[in-house]
């Protein structure tokens, strides 16, 4: 069979038979193929066709340490020919315990005990579980509920759907699991567009005394201008939704590092340590999902650590392995452990797959690379050239605005520059998939046009990349977003 042949049968077999994730399978048809990724070198990866294109979006937030690494593929190898599976239900094995172990030396406080999963929605899921039995356990059988940020995505089982916040993904699958509640994110780009009361919220003694809610301080009057205001804002409208749900009610409030769907929203200063405040006053956890932040991203291995907060749990997975191999992992506090240690108590939960053999032995030759080369030091040192690089584009009229820390970054598109004017739905539609997602990927550049929120381009390529990569990923946005902007 020739090369065309070949290729004429990948599209046929995948066209017929593979149900892709989150994909228009209708725009498939004889004049449109199935993009098909066949090499990864580095930064790169390269098509069924031979083209190469610079993988701006690390696989999905994934491939922390590059496409190619041998020493990976070698020790997925070694673990599998020495033991390929045995489950953690009752038994462990070695790679399993010594990834656990080097975890919770990365973790801040006392984040020690690491329950593996195969993916991020699986932590997530994992953590809610163990929210809602920790507190059953410790007399609180009613704490229940989750809350989380408006346009924030946490996975896709209903579970994490229900506490995901986007709207657009939720519907197909409703009902979910009723006791989810969403406050505003931290997107300081569109702080003016907020409105609302005074915040109010229960002081300690207040809440000790049987006291009424109190009001503190009033609302900003400009919540564009200040971002520590902003951001004590934003946190305080977490402390609102426990109140007006009831405290004896909410288990856990998630939250990302920076947020990644409506384009990679930092935390104010001051955030996160408010919402540990707020947490603590009721008895509510605080779980940091670094499904993505996790592992480099943000350049350490945890956002918390970055941000300076300890959270009760911990999800992550991705970058973990640097995709490699499937993992996952919810890590928790010894606080949140403790109950689980007493008597026949169990976590009445698990998964087959649920730190693999094999995928743990990837993890730690991961891990291996992450401090051999400094890729955290690397990501820190030259995340301030990857920043400058992009916010050369603030000179095109269609960008208005960006964000982001690390090596994760979201560019938001606009109709008006100086309005924030953004797009309508039919508008979004047409630019992101009816012109920039195809004209990126034909000028080289894999990265994410995503509308869940304003219209935004992802960035987030692999860790090893420099100011090379930085200057080919703005040189190709620039050509494409002018072509964009002339067409508006």
Known sequence: MDQREDYDQL???????????????????????????VKGE???????????????????????????????????????????????????????????????????????????????????????????QYFKLTGKPTKTKVISR??????????????????????PFEPLVPTTVHVPNTNFYRADEHDGPAVTSWFADDRASG????????????????????????????????IKEGPDTVAAVFLEPVQNAGGCFPPPPGYFQRVREICDRHDVLLVSDEVICAFGRLGDMFGANRYEYVPDMITCAKGLTSGYSPL???????????????GSTSFVHGYTFGGHPVSTAVAMANLDIFEREKLNEHVRENEGAFRSTLEKLLDLDIVGD?????????????????TKETFNDAESEKL?????????????????????GDPVIQISPPLVVDQTQFDEIEQILRSVLTDAQNQL
């Open 42 to 132: 580095g930064a790169y990866i390269w098509d069924s066709r031979g083209k190469r294109y610079l993988d701006g979006l690390a696989g999905l937030f994934v491939v922390q340490a590059g496409h190619g690494r041998q020493e990976l593929a070698e020790a997925a190898a070694k673990q599998a020919s020495e033991l390929a599976f045995f489950p953690l239900w009752t038994f462990a094995h070695p790679t399993a315990i010594a990834l656990a172990e080097r975890i919770a030396s990365y973790t801040p406080g006392d984040l020690n005990r690491v329950f593996f999963t195969t993916g991020g929605g699986e932590a997530v899921e994992t953590a809610w579980k163990a929210a809602k």
């Open 402 to 418: 960006v964000r982001g820390d690390g090596f994760f970054y979201g560019i938001e598109l606009v109709k008006d520059q100086a």
């Open 432 to 452: 992101l998939r009816g012109f920039l997602s195809k004209a990126l990927w034909d000028n080289g550049l894999y990265c994410r046009a995503d509308d869940r």
């Open 11 to 37: 599209q046929k077999a995948g066209k017929e038979h593979l149900w892709m994730h989150f994909s228009r399978h209708g725009i498939y048809d004889d004049d449109h193929d199935i993009p098909v990724i």
């Open 150 to 171: 408006q346009v924030a995505y946490h996975g896709t089982t209903h579970g994490a759907l229900s506490i995901t916040g986007i709207p657009a993904l939720k519907e």
């Open 211 to 242: 006291g009424e809610a109190v009001a503190e301080a009033d609302r900003p009057a400009n919540l564009g201008s200040d971002l520590e205001a902003f951001g004590r804002w934003a946190a305080d409208q977490i402390e609102e939704a426990i």
């Open 328 to 342: 996952g992992a919810m890590i928790a506090s010894d606080r949140v452990m403790e109950p689980f240690l007493q």
